[in-house]
């Protein structure tokens, strides 16, 4: 399977998603970069293209990659699109435009489904016509889009374990009494093989990724050529960018990133082209 979607984030979304983390007004950014505050706010809206020079000095204002963020803007780079490996399955999300992700180990009968928001009935006939059974619904956070479906999938899979951050757990409502509350470090046997689970806050407080395999299921910590929002209580901007640096950057170039919004890519194209790092 070979997923096509438009990159998450415009260069709009991500002047104004770092101006707000480090609680720039675009105003304030106008100056730092010495950009038209007319420009700044058309950007910040997606109204108007930057020039090249527009778009390296609010980089730098910003402390992201010039060329990178450039690249960005004038549609330079976008991950090359390469299939998912064979045991993993992927959906949009209805109506919530959030990435679901199946894994499906076939000779085990085991599966797992990663962040079901919205609903669900495309991702109970998949995992019953396969047929296998729901070892775990794998929550990467605690927003709307990523956890609506999760009551309706526990429904019809009562067996299946909910894996969810602590911090994040509350969402859940009455679901989170029973959840497995997974933490930085911790190790889910699933088939002959373990998903290992990394505490990356900073989207939110609970915001963790799972990686199994050769693969990482970022969430909303870490997009193609981008990374998400700050919406956390505890932790913020710099700790998401730290934590995705020890934690996810440091797996092997050829990890496949699969993110909660957008197109999937590697570890190396990140290291490579993400204007945050």
Same mark, same amino acid.
């Given at each position: 399977?070979?997923?096509?979607?438009?990159?998450?984030?415009?260069?709009?979304?991500?002047?104004?998603?770092?101006?707000?983390?480090?609680?720039?007004?675009?105003?304030?950014?106008?100056?730092?970069?010495? #950009?038209?505050?007319?420009?700044?706010?058309?950007?910040?809206?997606?109204?108007?293209?930057? *020039?090249?020079?527009?778009?390296?000095?609010?980089?730098?204002?910003?402390?992201?990659?010039?060329?990178?963020?450039?690249?960005?803007?004038?549609?330079?780079?976008? @991950?090359?699109?390469?299939?998912?490996?064979?045991?993993?399955?992927? %959906? #949009?999300?209805? @109506?919530?435009?959030?990435?679901?992700?199946?894994?499906?180990?076939?000779?085990?009968?085991?599966?797992?489904?990663?962040?079901?928001?919205?609903?669900? /009935?495309?991702?109970?006939?998949?995992?019953?016509?396969?047929?296998?059974?729901?070892?775990?619904?794998?929550?990467?956070?605690?927003?709307?889009?990523?956890?609506?479906?999760?009551?309706?999938?526990?429904?019809? =899979?009562?067996?299946?374990?909910?894996?969810?951050?602590?911090?994040?757990? *509350?969402?859940?409502?009455?679901?989170?009494?029973?959840?497995?509350?997974?933490?930085?470090?911790?190790?889910?046997?699933?088939?002959?093989?373990?998903?290992?689970?990394?505490?990356? /806050?900073?989207?939110?407080?609970?915001?963790?990724?799972?990686?199994? %395999?050769?693969?990482?299921?970022?969430?909303?910590? +870490?997009?193609?050529?981008?990374?998400?929002?700050?919406?956390?209580?505890?932790?913020?901007?710099?700790?998401?960018?730290?934590?995705?640096?020890?934690?996810? =950057?440091? +797996?092997?170039?050829? *990890?496949?990133? +699969? /993110?909660?919004?957008?197109?999937?890519? *590697?570890?190396?194209?990140?290291?490579?082209?993400? @204007?945050?790092?």
């Amino acid at each position: 399977m070979i997923v096509k979607l438009d990159l998450e984030d415009t260069f709009g979304d991500i002047v104004r998603k770092t101006a707000r983390a480090k609680d720039l007004s675009n105003a304030q950014l106008a100056v730092l970069a010495s #950009v038209d505050p007319v420009r700044v706010e058309q950007f910040a809206r997606d109204a108007a293209l930057p *020039t090249e020079e527009e778009a390296r000095d609010l980089a730098k204002a910003l402390g992201l990659d010039p060329g990178r963020l450039a690249d960005i803007a004038f549609a330079r780079w976008r @991950p090359a699109e390469t299939p998912l490996p064979a045991h993993i399955g992927h %959906q #949009v999300n209805k @109506p919530h435009p959030s990435n679901g992700y199946f894994v499906i180990l076939e000779q085990q009968r085991l599966a797992a489904f990663v962040d079901p928001g919205g609903s669900v /009935p495309n991702i109970v006939q998949t995992l019953k016509r396969s047929p296998v059974a729901l070892n775990y619904i794998l929550v990467t956070h605690k927003h709307a889009d990523h956890i609506d479906g999760v009551p309706d999938l526990r429904k019809a =899979f009562p067996d299946a374990r909910i894996a969810v951050h602590r911090l994040d757990a *509350t969402a859940l409502g009455d679901l989170a009494n029973g959840a497995v509350n997974v933490d930085d470090g911790d190790s889910l046997p699933f088939g002959d093989g373990v998903i290992k689970v990394v505490h990356t /806050p900073g989207h939110t407080d609970g915001s963790i990724c799972f990686i199994y %395999q050769s693969s990482a299921f970022t969430g909303d910590t +870490l997009f193609a050529g981008s990374i998400g929002g700050i919406f956390g209580d505890r932790f913020g901007y710099d700790d998401l960018l730290e934590a995705t640096k020890i934690k996810i =950057f440091s +797996l092997p170039d050829d *990890t496949v990133v +699969l /993110p909660g919004h957008g197109p999937p890519s *590697t570890i190396g194209q990140e290291r490579a082209h993400n @204007p945050f790092f």
